[in-house]
Antibody, heavy 122, light 107 residues
Framework: QLQLRESGPGLVKPSETLSLTCTLSGGSISSSSYYWGWIRQPPGRGLEWIGSYSYGGSAFYNPSLRSRVNFFVDTSKNQVSLKVYSVTATDTAVYYC??????????????WGQGTLVTVSS | EIVLTQSPGTLSLSPGERATLFCWASQSISSTSLAWYQRKPGQAPRLLIYGASTRVTGIPDRFSGSGSGTDFTLTISRLEPEDFAVYFCQQYGTSPLTFGGGTKVEI
């Protein structure tokens, strides 16, 4: 059974880089049928899609975050990673990774991780 | 971007009752481009329905989705104790992908 697990520092200082990793078990990161996405939910607010990307390097982003975000894939560890640069308190959120079944042609998320809380504070 | 508004914010019901959750889009979206998810505390969100009305394999048939254009509905015909959770909709017809604010179904 596919499982996604987010991990990373729970506390990041303002202006620094937020780095999160999503480890996949029960499936392969390098499958061409899927994209991998990051979604976040700030406290008291709704879910916000950050972006989605494939093992092959194709990616699409939320324009509101595009200039501060980068994605990485590590096939040796079956992981995908997110970096958000120059963070501020508004980047405080629960961050989720999720799988997008690109092969369907539709961009919903069919498997999610439990999420990890990242707080931006000095 | 397309803004999704969910209503009500909280729905207080009892087991066995019917729950009707609404998701309104700020502009028309294809009925193939609307999904519903369930999230319980401490658990990963779970995809329930995609394409506005297609249930994911393994999702009980008490969950049903409908709608088109700007108005979409998730109905839980008879609430089971395990259905008390937060539900949110997502549109994937237009980038950026967007989500609704969620409806909490509570006892």
């Amino acid at each position: 059974q596919l499982q996604l697990r987010e991990s990373g520092p729970g506390l990041v200082k303002p202006s620094e880089t937020l780095s999160l990793t999503c480890t996949l078990s029960g499936g392969s990161i390098s499958s061409s049928s899927y994209y991998w996405g990051w979604i976040r939910q700030p406290p008291g607010r709704g879910l916000e899609w950050i972006g989605s990307y494939s093992y092959g390097g194709s990616a699409f982003y939320n324009p509101s975050l595009r200039s501060r975000v980068n994605f990485f894939v590590d096939t040796s560890k079956n992981q995908v990673s997110l970096k958000v640069y120059s963070v501020t308190a508004t980047d405080t959120a629960v961050y989720y990774c999720a799988r997008l079944p690109f092969w369907t042609g539709y961009y919903y998320f069919d498997n999610w991780g439990q999420g990890t809380l990242v707080t931006v504070s000095s | 971007e397309i803004v999704l508004t969910q209503s009500p914010g909280t729905l207080s019901l009892s087991p066995g009752e019917r729950a009707t959750l609404f998701c309104w889009a700020s502009q028309s979206i294809s009925s193939t481009s609307l999904a519903w998810y369930q999230r319980k505390p401490g658990q990963a969100p779970r995809l329930l329905i995609y394409g506005a009305s297609t249930r994911v394999t393994g999702i009980p048939d008490r969950f049903s989705g409908s709608g088109s254009g700007t108005d979409f509905t998730l109905t839980i015909s008879r609430l089971e104790p395990e259905d008390f959770a937060v539900y949110f909709c997502q549109q994937y017809g237009t980038s950026p992908l967007t989500f609704g604010g969620g409806t909490k179904v509570e006892i």
